[in-house]
């Protein structure tokens, strides 16, 4: 349970202190932004003797992003999208005598060229930076119009650079949790179906076990998406051979993830064969359904293991209980076909699951 002294900011400082996780990336980053757009400015400003250069930090501070690919693929995108943005503010600046409609016709104009798809999410700046030039009155000197596509360029390369050489972020924490998490999620479906199967009656409620499929349903795009970004984060990462890279969660939940579709169809098995009490579909005979209820508790825990890096995952059981019931489904004729269709119904789906976490 989280301390409520956690929930503070005090203890959320102490915690991004204390423990390697979101928080202590956030501040790391935040420390970084900070020390980038101080630098943007101090550069642009004593060095290069540049007026009022507000672009440098700005452009500094939204390029250290969550990983050093999206800092560099914005590096390109908002430099293009400020770039735009001052040369259509010098545009109208030229041809336009008054501010107040140049201020117009930049707005319009940059919003509208901001959503070409090759400005990405900085497509915004087009117009806003447009705006701010014309706003400061500097549309029509071309000497500051320079000025500004070098501070913009200044503060976009010293963003990219901070966030790549300096504590470039990882997430392989989070390949940790999600695996540990959708492991035991689809281990206790499976546990639950077990007990559904072993039942004389229906059950009375199918609800909770559709409500446990959604929560796994939902971990599984949650682990999806941080597969994608841990991928993402290691891309020109620096670190990116570091354990902290989480590559050795790679595979374990690549497994489970592949898990989700044949889970999926041994739940709506599950539900036509448990929920009917007649025809079409009725139970299998009671010795069967145990197998079927052992089978589904030995693939359960083979599950668990598969979150456990460099533990054998044990599937003899499951192979020969599967092999157990397959056999009866070719060879006893005296269960009525009723019975071996949901027999049948809940084996295909545990021998594809078998199958995967065999070639894991």
């Not at 060095?47 to 250069?53: E, G, N, S, T």
């Not at 077990?194 to 929560?215: F, H």
């Not at 597969?227 to 374990?252: C, F, I, K, W, Y």
Request: charge should be neutral; glycine fraction near 8%.
């Amino acid at each position: 349970m989280t301390d409520r002294h956690d929930r503070t900011p005090v203890g959320w400082f102490a915690r991004a202190l204390r423990v390697p996780g979101s928080e202590r990336r956030s501040l790391v980053q935040a420390a970084k932004a900070t020390f980038a757009a101080t630098g943007a400015w101090l550069l642009a400003t004593l060095v290069l003797k540049l007026p009022q250069p507000f672009l440098a930090p700005y452009a500094a501070v939204f390029l250290v992003d969550a990983t050093v690919y999206r800092s560099l693929r914005g590096w390109l995108q908002q430099v293009g999208a400020v770039t735009a943005g001052v040369l259509l503010a010098a545009v109208a600046g030229r041809l336009i005598p008054w501010q107040a409609v140049a201020l117009a016709v930049v707005v319009f104009a940059g919003l509208l060229a901001g959503n070409l798809r090759h400005f990405g999410s900085s497509g915004i700046w087009v117009g806003v930076t447009g705006m701010l030039v014309v706003s400061y009155g500097t549309a029509s000197d071309a000497v500051l119009l320079g000025d500004r596509l070098v501070e913009t360029a200044l503060g976009a390369a010293i963003g990219v650079a901070v966030n790549a050489l300096i504590l470039p972020p990882l997430y392989g924490e989070r390949l940790a949790a999600v695996t540990d998490r959708l492991s035991n999620a689809l281990a206790e479906l499976l546990e639950t179906m077990a007990d559904l199967v072993r039942r004389d009656e229906p059950p009375e409620d199918v609800e909770d076990l559709l409500a446990q499929a959604r929560d796994v349903r939902s971990l599984v795009v949650v682990a999806e998406d941080a597969v994608s970004l841990t991928r993402e984060g290691r891309m020109l990462n620096l670190r990116r051979r570091r354990p902290g890279s989480g590559a050795r969660h790679d595979r374990p939940l690549g497994t489970l993830i592949e898990l989700w579709p044949p889970v999926s169809q041994l739940i709506t098995a599950v539900r036509t064969t448990s929920a009917q009490q007649k025809h079409p579909f009725a139970y299998p005979w009671p010795d069967a359904r145990d197998n079927v209820a052992d089978l589904f508790r030995h693939v359960a825990g083979a599950v668990r293991a598969v979150a456990v890096g460099g533990q054998a995952v044990d599937l003899e059981g499951s192979r020969e209980l599967l092999d157990r019931l397959e056999h009866r489904l070719v060879t006893a004729e005296d269960d009525g076909v009723p019975a071996r269709l949901g027999l049948g119904t809940m084996t295909l789906p545990v021998r594809h699951l078998v199958e995967k976490l065999e070639n894991r």
